[in-house]
């Protein structure tokens, strides 16, 4: 079910977010287009915020997502009947602003269900990778209006009601850690949210030069390189699970990479083509990154609802400051933009090299001898991408004999809440009981 809402979000944002540009492009003209767009972009960013804020604050999001729901409605009739008696900037900041809520909703329901499986990047990209055929069906066969609308309205009524139907199993931890590991969990979150502004930047410099030739019909961003978005982030999805999270970083150094000779190939018309191929299929890699990195990440966060959805905060904000700046960048030297790309690639690179990103887990034949009890522990954490929650229970079940009702208590959990950090543990690293797991800490083979 949280697949099927995920894939229904994920059609509803690129098709709102299409329609309420066009719509706003057409009443107010061309020249104010990029303008309004990174307002539109702005709205939806400020949409997810205040869910989490909400969320956090009350616990109860039945009401918000209810009242997004009629507000969205409206929105979406004063846009497509009401243009003039009603300035359509209003509801189309607004419509933006209540799919940001619903889509806070979502994603935070994402981590939720997600936490501790064994393949979410599969689950995640599929469903992400669903919702872009069917917006590119959408767009090349629906091309009245009018039925966009109610598929828009059909759609963003079906998500709330399927996140009604979810279960929110996420228990907090903020009354399970400590202060050391709430700062350490904020702080990784932090870099990979500076992360995804930096690529998004990338990608919006990218985009705009698009954008600028789409509208000289030299090329087409409907066309079918489009659908090598969702293949993209279906294969991303899965490397993502199973190489164990560890090729994950160097995966997106290589996007961003791309992404700089992309804005290189832009600068003949042989290449369009070439550039939207490799733009389309690198940007899967880099949605998936954003997505599921703090959905698996934000239950163990100290905000949960606002972390679930901040790689697409980080997107929209970033993609907002480039579409701003569309005019300025456009008009600049081919050198400026490409020195653009390659400070900002340089920035990523440097995030990256100094907080240990770049580096690979070795194999299974990796010495275990010369390392210290806390270091092995390090490594493996890093090999299998345990989260710092994750670590903390791999330290305890792996250094006493003591019950696990008795760890628990130590740790001030539940014993049920134990049981889940370390089911999610075993199927991160293959194993199936606590003594393989041991076992496989000290690089020892085992069948469980």
Same mark, same amino acid.
């Given at each position: 079910?949280?697949?099927?809402?995920?894939?229904?979000?994920?059609? /509803?944002?690129?098709?709102?977010?299409?329609?309420?540009?066009?719509?706003?492009?057409?009443?107010?003209?061309?020249?104010?287009?990029?303008? /309004?767009?990174?307002?539109?972009?702005?709205?939806?960013?400020?949409?997810?915020?205040?869910?989490?804020?909400?969320? @956090?604050?009350?616990?109860?999001?039945?009401?918000?997502?209810?009242?997004?729901?009629? #507000?969205?409605?409206?929105?979406?009739?004063?846009?497509?009947?009401?243009?003039?008696?009603?300035?359509?900037?209003?509801?189309?900041?607004? @419509?933006?602003?209540?799919?940001?809520?619903?889509?806070?909703?979502?994603?935070?329901?994402?981590?939720?269900?997600?936490?501790?499986?064994?393949?979410?990047?599969?689950?995640?990209?599929?469903?992400?990778?669903?919702?872009?055929?069917?917006?590119?069906?959408?767009?090349?066969? +629906?091309?009245?209006?009018?039925?966009?609308?109610?598929?828009?309205? +059909?759609?963003?009524?079906?998500?709330? #009601?399927?996140?009604?139907?979810?279960?929110?199993?996420? =228990?907090?931890?903020?009354?399970?850690?400590?202060?050391t590991h709430e700062k350490s969990s904020d702080r990784s979150l932090w870099i990979i949210a500076a992360t995804v502004f930096v690529v998004a930047l990338m990608i919006g410099v990218y985009d705009g030069m698009a954008a600028e /030739? @789409?509208? !000289?019909?030299?090329?087409?961003?409907?066309?079918?390189?489009?659908?090598?978005?969702?293949?993209?982030?279906?294969?991303?999805?899965?490397?993502?699970?199973?190489?164990?999270?560890?090729?994950?970083?160097? #995966? =997106?150094?290589?996007?961003?990479?791309?992404?700089?000779?992309?804005?290189?190939?832009?600068?003949?018309?042989?290449?369009?083509?070439?550039?939207?191929?490799?733009?389309?299929?690198?940007?899967?890699?880099?949605?998936?990154?954003?997505?599921?990195?703090?959905?698996?990440?934000?239950?163990?966060?100290?905000?949960?609802?606002?972390?679930?959805?901040?790689?697409?905060?980080?997107?929209?904000?970033?993609? !907002?400051?480039?579409?701003?700046?569309?005019?300025?960048?456009?008009?600049?030297?081919?050198?400026?933009?490409?020195?653009?790309?390659?400070?900002?690639?340089?920035?990523?690179?440097?995030?990256?090299?100094?907080?240990?990103?770049?580096?690979?887990?070795?194999?299974?034949?990796?010495?275990?001898?010369?390392?210290?009890?806390?270091?092995?522990?390090?490594?493996?954490?890093?090999?299998?991408?345990?989260?710092?929650?994750?670590?903390?229970?791999?330290?305890?079940v792996s250094t006493n004999e003591k019950t696990l009702a008795a760890i628990a208590s130590e740790m001030g959990i539940s014993e049920r809440v134990l049981q889940r950090h370390l089911s999610s543990i075993y199927k991160k690293t293959g194993t199936q009981t606590r003594n393989g /797991?041991? #076992?496989?800490?000290?690089?020892?083979?085992?069948?469980?």
């Open positions: 079910m949280c697949a099927v809402s995920f894939a229904a979000y994920s059609f /509803l944002a690129s098709l709102s977010a299409m329609e309420t540009n066009a719509a706003v492009a057409g009443y107010y003209g061309a020249e104010y287009a990029p303008m /309004l767009y990174s307002l539109l972009l702005l709205s939806t960013a400020a949409g997810f915020l205040i869910y989490g804020i909400t969320q @956090s604050r009350v616990h109860d999001d039945l009401f918000l997502i209810l009242i997004s729901g009629i #507000l969205f409605t409206v929105s979406m009739i004063l846009i497509y009947f009401f243009p003039v008696s009603v300035p359509v900037f209003i509801p189309a900041l607004i @419509s933006p602003f209540m799919v940001g809520a619903l889509g806070g909703c979502v994603y935070y329901r994402a981590s939720c269900v997600f936490s501790g499986s064994r393949h979410p990047g599969l689950v995640i990209g599929g469903t992400y990778a669903f919702s872009v055929f069917v917006q590119f069906l959408v767009q090349n066969i +629906v091309p009245h209006n009018f039925v966009r609308m109610i598929i828009l309205i +059909v759609l963003f009524c079906f998500v709330i #009601l399927l996140n009604m139907r979810i279960t929110d199993v996420f =228990i907090s931890r903020n009354g399970d850690s400590d202060n /030739l @789409s509208a !000289a019909q030299k090329m087409n961003l409907a066309g079918w390189p489009r659908l090598l978005l969702g293949l993209g982030t279906l294969a991303a999805g899965y490397l993502f699970d199973v190489g164990h999270r560890q090729y994950l970083n160097i #995966l =997106i150094l290589c996007s961003a990479i791309v992404n700089t000779v992309n804005v290189l190939l832009l600068s003949t018309a042989h290449t369009y083509v070439l550039s939207q191929v490799l733009m389309y299929s690198s940007m899967g890699f880099f949605v998936l990154y954003l997505m599921v990195s703090f959905i698996e990440a934000a239950p163990d966060s100290p905000e949960p609802a606002i972390w679930a959805g901040a790689g697409r905060i980080s997107y929209l904000v970033a993609m !907002a400051v480039t579409t701003s700046l569309t005019g300025l960048l456009n008009g600049a030297p081919a050198v400026v933009l490409d020195i653009i790309m390659m400070v900002l690639l340089l920035v990523i690179f440097l995030m990256f090299a100094m907080n240990g990103m770049l580096s690979v887990s070795g194999g299974e034949h990796e010495s275990q001898l010369v390392l210290s009890p806390e270091d092995r522990i390090n490594s493996f954490a890093e090999k299998y991408q345990l989260t710092l929650r994750e670590k903390e229970v791999l330290t305890a /797991l041991t #076992l496989a800490l000290h690089g020892i083979k085992s069948g469980s």
